[in-house]
């Protein structure tokens, strides 16, 4: 089912957009060559733990994972691109690192997601960070009230394609209320003036996220992070977005 929230609503989930971003910028900041990836798991999960919120994670057991998750925060490196379990792995010097992370607090909850460089970067994995973060830019554009579902999914497949990357559909944004995933979802590809309108109070998580050389994944052994099917590599950007008669409004926006 579809909720439009009230602009009091807005208003509460603000707290876990900020939250989330908070968590975002500290791990980003702490993923450094020779740092382990259960590490960043354990910053943000004391971060929950001191701002009295609830993970989303920890207990997700959706029909695709093979057990719940069992961590807070989605750590995938080079051909992982979404859902990466986090485990004992040291950064490496030119890792190319995505985080993924959504919490509850007070009942509402935000996602999002960034992909950084660890040391010293490759040019082809700035441009890729790069595309991910210029094809959400362009996706919360589309994000306005007359516009549809498909008018995003357009947005965000014509700057994809401009730089010559194919497009998985498996996987793509949601809509984010009191619960981390929910109708409507969001594609990554799709043909404008297509889909559900967008309408004011829909909250919804949009997340491009792109491979280097293929649109094909498949999952690994452990049961939850997903990788490409030829070892390019993958990065993935995502905010909480709230469609409103003024615009859209980025609830996890970072300081950055």
Request: hydrophobic share 40%.
């Amino acid at each position: 089912m579809i909720e439009l929230r009230t602009p009091a609503e807005l208003d509460e989930m603000r707290p876990a957009g900020r939250f989330v971003a908070s968590v975002l910028e500290a791990t980003a900041a702490a993923a450094k060559v020779g740092v382990n990836l259960l590490e960043l798991d354990a910053i943000a999960h004391e971060m929950i733990r001191k701002a009295g919120a609830e993970s989303c994670y920890i207990d997700y057991h959706p029909s695709f994972g093979a057990s719940p998750f069992g961590k807070v925060i989605c750590t995938s490196v080079n051909d992982a691109v979404l859902h990466g379990l986090p485990h004992d792995y040291t950064l490496r010097d030119g890792d190319l690192l995505s985080l993924d992370f959504a919490a509850s607090v007070n009942g509402w909850v935000s996602d999002s997601a960034i992909s950084l460089v660890v040391g010293t970067p490759r040019d082809a994995d700035l441009r890729l960070i790069d595309t991910t973060e210029r094809a959400l830019a362009a996706g919360i554009a589309a994000a306005t009230v007359g516009n549809r579902i498909g008018d995003i999914s357009r947005a965000i497949a014509d700057v994809a394609r401009a730089q010559g990357y194919s497009i998985n559909t498996d996987f793509g944004g949601h809509g984010v209320g009191r619960t981390m995933h929910g109708d409507p979802h969001v594609p990554n590809n799709g043909r404008p003036g297509r889909g559900m309108p967008l309408k004011p109070g829909l909250v919804i998580a949009i997340e491009p996220w792109f491979l280097e050389t293929t649109d094909r994944i498949f999952t690994d052994p452990d049961g939850w992070t997903l990788r490409s099917a030829d070892g390019s590599r993958g990065a993935h950007s995502e905010h909480t977005v709230a469609i409103t008669e003024q615009g859209p409004i980025v609830l996890t926006q970072r300081a950055g």
